[in-house]
T-cell receptor, first 112, second 106 residues
């Protein structure tokens, strides 16, 4: 049981490049989500999914895409990276309805 | 709008002191979480509460659903407790506080 596996841990991108942050969980959780963490702000929800084939936007979705083809995987795609997307990104998963959340180790992304 | 407010934002304590971190929220919730984040590290869940009180070692978490308030207490604080403590609630989605940065000095 590996929990939530998030890769990569660090990434530097040039403006305009694209990339995918990977997130996988092996706990059969329905709910998966992506957050960004910026200094002085709480974690902000980018996108979330309540099950395979279902995704929805969070508070700050612009510039990001997600898909949920399987229960286990929830990748986050940056289509054309911008310096404003420099942040630390966390993936999380849980069962629906107020259960413990499990977080990935985080990805520190720098866009230059 | 901040659905979750934490106080204080920063806290410095001497080793051995009793520490309290407060969390207030404004949305209906099914559960409240206390999370810990070490510098450069990931986020781990300390507690999940829907009522009452929970204790784990030197950490105690309480919640008052009527007042929409929770507290995290650390007894006999230790330098290894230095971290950011984050309050989060399950509403129709997760809402997070901005965190309390705790430094415990030997």
């Amino acid at each position: 049981n590996a929990g939530v596996t998030q890769t990569p841990k660090f990434q530097v991108l040039k403006t305009g490049q694209s990339m995918t942050l990977q997130c996988a969980q092996d706990m059969n959780h329905e709910y998966m989500s992506w957050y960004r963490q910026d200094p002085g702000m709480g974690l902000r929800l980018i996108h979330y999914s309540v099950g395979a084939g279902i995704t929805d936007q969070g508070e700050v979705p612009n510039g990001y895409n997600v898909s949920r083809s399987t229960t286990e995987d929830f990748p986050l795609r940056l289509l054309s990276a911008a310096p404003s997307q420099t942040s630390v990104y966390f993936c999380a998963s849980s069962f629906q309805g107020g259960t413990e959340a499990f977080f990935g180790q985080g990805t520190r992304l720098t866009v230059v | 709008k901040n659905e979750v407010e934490q106080s204080p934002q920063n806290l410095t304590a001497q080793e051995g002191e009793f520490i309290t971190i407060n969390c207030s929220y404004s949305v209906g919730i099914s559960a409240l979480h206390w999370l810990q984040q070490h510098p450069g590290g990931g986020i781990v869940s300390l507690f999940m509460l829907s009522s009452g009180k929970k204790k784990h070692g030197r950490l105690i978490a309480t919640i008052n659903i009527q007042e929409k308030h929770s507290s995290l207490h650390i007894t006999a604080s230790h330098p290894r407790d230095s971290a950011v403590y984050i309050c989060a609630v399950n509403g129709n989605q997760f809402y997070f506080g901005t965190g309390t940065s705790l430094t415990v000095i030997p």
